[in-house]
């Protein structure tokens, strides 16, 4: 008696794991869905939504988009307090307010900003630091997130160059995401410089050459735009899809259901040379070439033909994936002085 109750219990618990599972299913499915609205038609805003229901997917629908709303107004509203108090004396370009909008993000993200209370007194923001603690995510997709970067005041350079974008959307301020070896930092542009690099691991302004001469980023990888260009709205929002893909092979391990690769074409189909959607479909490619997943044989040559024309098409595209402790030692070096844009440095801080 006691074995039949303990094999009913089983079933149960085993059938209610299943059911969560997919409802989990059917709320990424949801939400790739809608990424998919936003990429169509990115409005003002629609970055900021994709991040969020792509991180809300990965925690269960649990995350309250009111509180992380909150949040980025709040740092919306310190930023343009800053930007308005605080003009570039010497710059008279008709730019200018765009880049002091920029640089006030930058200021409320790595640096500290005054803020003057109603009762006379003052504080200080606190500034939002590197976590090197499993900066791939590899451990817990959650340390990608935007969500855990506004809770702890730490992040990386997935997460601190996604925020940046979504204050500069929310304030109206251009920028541009842009990619290197396993990194995102980010790109702007103003009148009297021209393009100029915003790195904010290192909370400095790399120059071109020393991002190109880090070792990682052979000439045709520039050439054939797959590193160090701008991201539209919408490649930006292809970026998420590929995070949604990445948060359900975490948290799934399934590789054979088919959702994985469907991410990869979305976002492929928005951002077609997104180097890391080419290299996350080749690889469960190749493990449903390996591990037997496949139907027939016909179907087991196609599979492998998909998988061997991706790897190929990465290779002449350029793409290399940097080692986690040279990408560690990389991100030491491009804090010194001698890496970054000290013009414009000088226009923005006034030290030279």
């Not at 998919?36 to 269960?60: C, D, H, M, W």
């Not at 949040?71 to 108090?85: H, K, R």
């Not at 976590?131 to 601190?160: I, P, Y």
Request: glycine fraction near 6%; proline fraction near 2%; charged fraction near 20%.
């Amino acid at each position: 008696m006691r074995i039949y109750t303990l094999l009913i219990l089983l079933i149960i618990i085993s059938g209610n794991r299943l059911l969560g599972q997919d409802s989990s299913i059917q709320f990424y499915q949801h939400t790739l869905r809608e990424l998919e609205q936003l990429a169509t038609n990115p409005y003002k805003g629609s970055f900021k939504r994709a991040v969020f229901i792509t991180e809300n997917a990965y925690n269960r629908n649990r995350l309250s988009e009111t509180e992380f709303n909150n949040n980025i107004l709040l740092l919306t509203t310190l930023a343009t307090g800053f930007a308005q108090a605080n003009r570039i004396p010497d710059y008279r370009y008709e730019d200018s307010v765009n880049l002091i909008n920029n640089f006030a993000l930058y200021k409320l993200l790595k640096d500290t900003i005054t803020v003057q209370l109603s009762n006379g007194e003052s504080l200080l923001t606190r500034a939002y630091a590197y976590d090197f603690n499993d900066f791939f995510g590899r451990s817990d997709w959650n340390n990608m997130s935007v969500t855990k970067l506004l809770a702890t005041h730490s992040g990386n350079c997935h997460s601190l160059p996604y925020l940046y974008k979504i204050l500069a959307d929310e304030i109206g301020t251009a920028c541009w995401l842009s990619l290197a070896p396993n990194h995102i930092y980010i790109k702007n542009r103003c009148k009297r410089y021209g393009w100029y690099n915003t790195e904010l691991t290192s909370g400095s302004f790399p120059i071109d050459a020393w991002i190109m001469g880090s070792g990682y980023i052979p000439l045709e990888a520039i050439q054939n735009g797959i590193y160090m260009d701008t991201l539209s709205n919408q490649q930006s929002i292809a970026l998420c899809m590929l995070d949604l893909a990445k948060g359900y092979e975490q948290q799934t391990r399934n590789y054979d259901d088919g959702f994985i690769i469907k991410c990869c074409d979305l976002s492929l189909s928005y951002f077609p040379l997104n180097v890391q959607a080419l290299l996350l479909k080749a690889e469960t490619l190749k493990r449903n070439y390996t591990g037997g997943k496949t139907k027939n044989m016909s179907d087991a040559r196609d599979t492998y033909a998909q998988m061997e024309g991706l790897y190929v098409q990465l290779v002449s595209l350029g793409y290399r994936e940097m080692p986690a402790k040279m990408y560690r030692d990389w991100l030491k070096e491009v804090n010194k002085e001698k890496y970054s844009n000290q013009r414009l440095k000088t226009t923005l801080t006034g030290n030279k």
